[in-house]
């Protein structure tokens, strides 16, 4: 079984950083695309950021030049470093990834709190 683990959430003023990590079970070189996305209160689920196995990236409109996605497949690894953080930002963090096969897998979130 697939597990993904979040860590790096906590809370933060306006305008700081913050660095999401997330760690697979499994060697990255297992997945294709890994992702984060984020879940305000009352609102759907959004992706932030994806990269896939050749290295591309892609980011939502609202955190581009201020968050970057990375991998590091021999950690198993994916994070997400995000500068310059706005009160909109405060969502629960979730680590997403697929496999070669399809399979999809979730972490269990972690919180970020950005205080104005």
């Known amino acids: 079984q697939v597990q993904l683990v979040e860590s790096g959430g906590g809370l933060v003023q306006l305008g700081g950083s913050l660095r999401l990590s997330c760690t697979a079970s499994?060697?990255?070189?297992?997945?294709?695309?890994m992702s984060w996305y984020r879940q305000a209160p009352g609102k759907q689920r959004e992706s932030v950021a994806e990269?896939?196995?050749?290295?591309?990236?892609k980011y939502a409109d609202s955190v581009k030049g201020r968050f970057t996605i990375s991998r590091d497949n021999a950690k198993n690894t994916v994070d997400l470093q995000m500068n310059n953080l706005r009160p909109e930002d405060t969502a629960v963090h979730y680590c997403?990834?697929?496999?070669?096969?399809?399979?999809?897998?979730w972490g269990q979130g972690t919180q970020v709190t950005v205080s104005s």
């Open positions: 990269i896939d196995e050749y290295g591309s990236t």
């Open positions: 499994v060697s990255g070189r297992f997945f294709t695309i």
């Open positions: 997403y990834a697929r496999t070669v096969f399809g399979s999809d897998y």
